[in-house]
């Protein structure tokens, strides 16, 4: 099972560059999440699906836009890159009636 | 808005001895689920262990149990003959019974004296 992917591992945008991080699941999850993690700062939710064709907000979405068009993609998209968003990304994925979380293995992002 | 609180940016150990990492969580939900999560350099998150809240009994994984404690709203994590491998980032994580959004502390890093 390859479980969350997600790519690419890395990238160097330059500011106000736009791109779109890749996850995908094979475990037939319902739920995927978008987490942002920031030295000290533990993992932030920036959005959430519990299914296809359903997606909301968590703590900081500004600058972000994701789709779920099927159950196992949830690609999050960045327009307008900036410095801010500098970070480590983690795609996550867990079934609706099973608590534990799966996670990739993050995509490191640096905005120049 | 549930908040999952860890106290000890830091934490040392020697090797073989038994190490506590603390955590606490302020909510007001009465069902809900806690877990521990070990993030390596390699910057994978592992799983390590998990608590259902009616759960009374404290979980335990091998070297890894936990100190339940529902009233006080804690939740620390203990690893015994503690590993050079055990050195990582800790993340204590809250999931609610009624959404899937699971809330993280900052973490405690951990190193692993020989």
């Known amino acids: 099972n390859a479980g969350v992917t997600q790519t690419p591992k890395f990238r160097i945008l330059k500011i106000g560059q736009s791109m779109t991080l890749q996850c995908t699941q094979d475990m037939n999850h319902n739920y995927m999440y978008w987490y942002r993690q920031d030295p000290g700062m533990g993992l932030k939710l920036i959005y959430y699906?519990?299914?296809?064709?359903?997606?909301d907000k968590g703590e900081v979405p500004n600058g972000y836009n994701v789709s779920r068009s099927t159950t196992e993609d949830f690609p999050l998209r960045l327009e307008l890159a900036a410095p801010s968003q500098t970070s480590v990304y983690f795609c996550a994925s867990s079934y609706a009636d099973n608590t534990e979380a799966f996670f990739g293995q993050g995509t490191r992002l640096t905005v120049v | 808005a549930q908040t999952v609180t860890q106290s000890q940016p830091e934490m040392s150990v020697q090797e073989a001895e038994t190490v506590t990492l603390s955590c606490t969580y302020d909510t007001s939900e009465s069902d809900y689920y806690l877990f521990w999560y070990k993030q390596p350099p390699s910057r994978q998150m592992i799983l390590v262990i998990r608590q259902e809240a009616y759960k009374q009994q404290n979980a335990t994984e091998n070297r890894f149990s936990v100190n339940f404690q529902k009233a006080a709203k804690s939740f620390s994590l203990k690893i015994s003959d503690s590993q050079l491998g055990d050195a990582a980032m800790y993340f204590c994580a809250y999931r609610g019974g009624s959404n899937y959004k699971l809330t993280f502390g900052k973490g405690t890093l951990l190193t692993v004296n020989p």
């Open positions: 699906s519990v299914g296809a064709g359903i997606t």
